[in-house]
C-alpha cells in the first residue's frame, strides 16, 4: 500500500461514523449490502450492447468515459475499475442482470440504463442494496415519481417531459388534428401522456391512438389506417432501429410531404444516416439537438469526435452529463463514498454545466431542462429555437422533498 493509499484508507475509517449519522439524520438508512471501500471506485455499466439500442448503449458508455478522463481518469482522488453487463434491452433479465453488478460484482456504482422496462429492475435492485444508480437515459416515470429513491439520480428525462413541449408547436403550424403511433410500452405510454397534455390544451384534437407491441416494426397496416384517417399530422414516440425503419416505411408508404410526421427527439436521433432521405421535414422535440450553437457544444463535439472517431448523439450527450454528476459527488466526498448525505447533497444542489445546456436537478433527481424544437434539414437535427423553458416532470408521488 503506498502512501496515498494510506492516506485515502485512514481518511475513509475516520469519516465513517460521523458518515453513519449523518445517513440517518437524512432517512438515507436504506437497506444495504455492507462491503468494505477498497482503494478503487468499481463502475459498473448497465447498458444495452446488442439488440435495437445497442448503438445507444455504446454512444452512453463513452460520454461517462469522456467526462472522468478530462477530469484525470479519476472519481475524487480514487482510481476507477469498470464492470459491463449487456442488458440486451431484456426486462424479464433487468433483477437478474442488476444483481450480477451489485451482488456478484459488488460495483459501487450502477449506471443504467436506455430501455424503461429494464430501468424497473434496475430500480428495485437499488432501492434494495442502496448502491448509487444514475439512470443516463430509460425516462420511466416511476423512477422519480412514485419509486424515487435517495440514491437513484437521473441525467436524462422522463418520458413525457419532450413530449410535453411538443404539441403547442404542432398547433401553432395550423396542424389541430393528429393520430398518436408508438410501441406499447412503458416509455410509448408514457410519452403519449406528455403529448396529449400539451397538444390538447393548445386546442388540438388527437382523432386516433395507434400501437404495436415493443420491438415490432411491422408497420404497414397502421400505416394504411392513418392514410384512410387523413390527420392534419402525425405524432410519434419511437427509438433506435424501429425509429429509423418507421420512418423509411412512413416515406415508402407516400406519407412523407403528405402529412407532417412529429415526434419526441427520439424518433431522429442517432438514427439519421440510417433512416436517410425519409428523415427529411421531421420535426421534433428534445433536449438536446447537434446543431446546437454554442461553445460548450462545439468543444464537447470535437473532442468526442477525435476521440471515439464518430459523431455523438444525444445519448453521448446523457453519458457525458451521468460523469459530471459523478464527478461532483465524488469530489465532493473526496471519494469516501460511505458519506452517502454529503455526496447525495452535493449531486442534488449541482448546476450540470452540459452540451445541452445547464440544467439543474428536481427535488425528485430529475433534470429541469430546455427543450429544442428542431427539423431534419440535409442529414441534421437543426434546430429551429427553443419549444419550451426549464421543462420539469412533476415528481408525482416522490417523497423525496
Known amino acids: 500500500m503506498n502512501a496515498q493509499s494510506r492516506g485515502l484508507s485512514r481518511r475513509l475509517v475516520l469519516s465513517r461514523s460521523a458518515a453513519v449519522v449523518g445517513a440517518s439524520s437524512a432517512g438515507l438508512l436504506l437497506p444495504q449490502i455492507v462491503r468494505a471501500q477498497s482503494s478503487k471506485v468499481k463502475v459498473g455499466f448497465m447498458l444495452p450492447y446488442t439488440g435495437t439500442f445497442a448503438q445507444l448503449g455504446v454512444a452512453i458508455e463513452n460520454g461517462v468515459r469522456m467526462a472522468i478522463a478530462e477530469k484525470g481518469g479519476k472519481l475524487g482522488g480514487r482510481d476507477i475499475e469498470w464492470v459491463k453487463v449487456d442488458d ?63 440514491n437513484v439520480f437521473r441525467a436524462s428525462f422522463t418520458n413525457s417531459q419532450p413530449t410535453l413541449a411538443l404539441g403547442k408547436p404542432m398547433v401553432d403550424r395550423g396542424h389541430k388534428k393528429a393520430v398518436w403511433i408508438t410501441w406499447k410500452y412503458a416509455a410509448g405510454d ?6 396529449k397534455d400539451s397538444y390538447t390544451k393548445a386546442g388540438g384534437t388527437i382523432v386516433k391512438e395507434l400501437g404495436l407491441p415493443f420491438p415490432n416494426v411491422e408497420f404497414q397496416a397502421l400505416l394504411t389506417e392513418i392514410a384512410s384517417l387523413k390527420p392534419d399530422a402525425v405524432a410519434c414516440f419511437f427509438a433506435g432501429a424501429g425509429a429509423a425503419k418507421f420512418m423509411r416505411d412512413y416515406a415508402a408508404a407516400g406519407l412523407q410531404g403528405k402529412i407532417p410526421l412529429y415526434g419526441s427527439g427520439f424518433l431522429t436521433e442517432g438514427v439519421l444516416e440510417a433512416a436517410g432521405p425519409a428523415a427529411e421535414g421531421v420535426i421534433t422535440t428534445m433536449h ?55 455526496m447525495y447533497k452535493a449531486m442534488e444542489t449541482a448546476v450540470i454545466d452540459s452540451p445541452r445546456g445547464k440544467w439543474i436537478m428536481s427535488k425528485a433527481h430529475n433534470p429541469v431542462q430546455d427543450m429544442y424544437l428542431r427539423v431534419v434539414e440535409k442529414g441534421d437535427n437543426k434546430v429551429l429555437g427553443v419549444a419550451a423553458k426549464a421543462v420539469a416532470d412533476s415528481g408525482a408521488a416522490c417523497k423525496l422533498a
Do not use: W
Open 88 to 150: 440486451e434491452s431484456e426486462p424479464s433479465k433487468g433483477v437478474e442482470n442488476a444483481q450480477k453488478l451489485v451482488q456478484r460484482d459488488k460495483v459501487d456504482v450502477l449506471i443504467g440504463t436506455v430501455h424503461s422496462g429494464v430501468q424497473m429492475g434496475i430500480q428495485r435492485v437499488a432501492r434494495d442494496s442502496g448502491v448509487l444508480n444514475i439512470i443516463p437515459n430509460a425516462g420511466v416515470h416511476a423512477a422519480t415519481r412514485a419509486l424515487c429513491a435517495p
Open 190 to 195: 408514457e410519452a403519449f401522456e406528455g403529448f
Open 288 to 342: 438536446y439537438a447537434d446543431s446546437l450553437d454554442t461553445p460548450r457544444n462545439k468543444q464537447f463535439r470535437t473532442a468526442y469526435a477525435q476521440q471515439f472517431k464518430m459523431q455523438p448523439d444525444v445519448y453521448a450527450v446523457q453519458g457525458y452529463d451521468s460523469g459530471q454528476l459523478l464527478i461532483r459527488g465524488l469530489d465532493a466526498v473526496k471519494g469516501d463514498m460511505s458519506n452517502k448525505a454529503a
